[in-house]
DNA sequence: GGAGTAAGTTCACGCAGCGAACAAATCTCC
DNA sequence: GGAGATTTGTTCGCTGCGTGAACTTACTCC
């Protein structure tokens, strides 16, 4: 019975101010009285966790509402100056930071061009290490924990197992090394996992695939809300389901996966140009929207396959893929339309991802503010 | 909040009455100051706690184990003739229904040759509840649920939503068919689903992806011992991802897809076969060799997308898969080694089922067992 | 048969949520 | 402008549940 504990009162308190604190943030702002309607706890009770909750700094209490008969209430919201998350990336030619207010809103943001390829591990971690202390400075809230976004696969205790843009930096600790630095635990993950739980605050989905190619083409599955991590944290690797058996090699060892198709890479040289600029600039051109259609297409067949897998409703693009959006759905829901089986009973919808490219370290300082809330007492 | 209950002191009792139930299910047999020290809880509230699961028929004690110093503990166990589950299933050509009891024994299992295809809904069904009500007869336990497996998409309302093989079923609620005429709540699922099912009961592995194919491909994702839904209860359609876009059409619409060339019509048409039989008897042939090889590149390069996806470090193969597997393994397990990003980092098994046709009534019936064992309460 | 040892039980305690009663703060209507 | 209506937030005794320590029970070993 590995995994499960013992439940006491203490695991009881443990749930229900998770629930009250969870009703407000979902709420935005509500009384006491509204939260008690919302979460099925009597007011008493509300009022002692309320208490507890603002004593702890991570509510705040507001004037009273006029305007209706009866006393009025006393609103309670998330503390703006509350505990938040840190959040810091290492990509491969930038360095970034940002603090995620307790309310998640974004308090601090900090991004440096760097060529992290041309760099030692531990002289990029400096850097991002002093990127970080900025943002935390200029945040003006307490941080109650500091994740780690890398691009490759991050297993769960921290460790950069496989980086395929960076490949000096395989097996290397970082989160380990990052936390020394900054004299704090700091946990890892992949860019990609952590950009699909910024789309999942920003559009209240809780249930979706994400896919998010910037040099190779990486993802994320959210389920319940929650990231779906795999056995060993690296679940999501979209870009090496196979489209195409037959198709070019990759450097995964594999041929026509849907990196080496629909990546920007790919497009690039499908499209005979040399950026994203460009490609946007010349989409009109036949072999640009040539490149563009098959990448859709290669999307919208690893989407199906993915769909079919997982069951789920939603689908979000995000990096390059967002930017694209416009000329890679047409063809990309084509190929869902096509393949789902469950497509009559429930329709797929495609999102966009607004969030732009600084998704991943949003999603990592989000994740913090995420555990906040899922267990207040997490902050002790 | 949707989801979210408020916890109480009756909460913390469930919880634990499930740990205690889990921490003796998992050794076998147990004393309470065994279960105690398995559990974290207190010897005292173990104790409690094992009386109220005797009391309600769910342990059972045994006489005392002599042979150490000390005063000797008495053995629990799951209770042998406690409440067990039923499982009913119908299939394309055939009925079954059997009954698992709550230490997981088969106690009673009745299988009838059926052609489904030909007889109307609910005079299947009529027979199916026949035959479910003699193995629960057999069975001599009470039973603390139904659940019915059925061959295509089931949705969380035990709803057939889209059955590929029994066109003529689509959208009839069938779990409340069935209650109906047994006078019980009934729970249905996918067949692929719930023989992932039987195979976690069996094998005890609780990350894995299981494929099994008889008419279609079907599968299921258990993750934590649990089985993977997806929103609607549609997950684990691995028969159709894509592993040639310029491959065969599909009944589901598109092409290429996994049972397209993987599937029991497939194998048959390229074998130049029959049946199972004759294609095992065949198997050294050139053509059906052929027929094997593609098969199992085809199924390796669905699986590889798979665990790409979701990181599993297990796949079963179950149904026909499990009875091809001699010759399907190799090209299979070639494709992994590939594709497979993270192979070095942690190897993949791949296992074959030994539970032969049955799975899915076996992986009902256990469900049900599973549920009480996980939450002792509900069985009131 | 006494010492040693381990299992199971009893009991007072504290914690947490509940429900009912109460106090507080506003609106409404005459 | 004041009385009643209405809704909020708090107080308080109650009950359920796990805890830890002490106690009883039932063996083995010397």
Redesign the pocket.
Known sequence: MIGAA?????T??RH?LALVLGAVAAAGRS????VAEAT??????V?????QLLAAGLLDELD?D?????????PLRLNPGGPGGLGVEVNVDYLAACVVGLDGTVRAQQVLGFDVRAAAPRAALRRAARLAEKARAEAGVPVAGTVLALPGLVDLTGVLCRAPNLPSWDGIALAEMLGALLGTDVEAGNEANLAALAEAAATGLRDFVYVSGEVGVGGGVVRDGRLYTGVAGFAGELGHIVVDPDGPPCSCGGSGCLEQLAGLSALFRAAGVDDVDELVARAGEPRSRAALETAGRALGIALAATVNLLDVRDVVLGGVQARLARWLTGPLSAELERRIVSRELAPVRVHVSELGSYAAVRGAAGSVVSRVVADPLSVY
Request: glycine share 16%; hydrophobic share 25%.
């Open positions: 013992p439940a006491g009162q203490h009881v308190r229900n009384t006491r009285a509204r099925g706890l009597t007011r008493a009770t009022s002692v966790l309320a208490d009273p006029r305007g209706t008969p009866g006393r009025p209430g006393n």
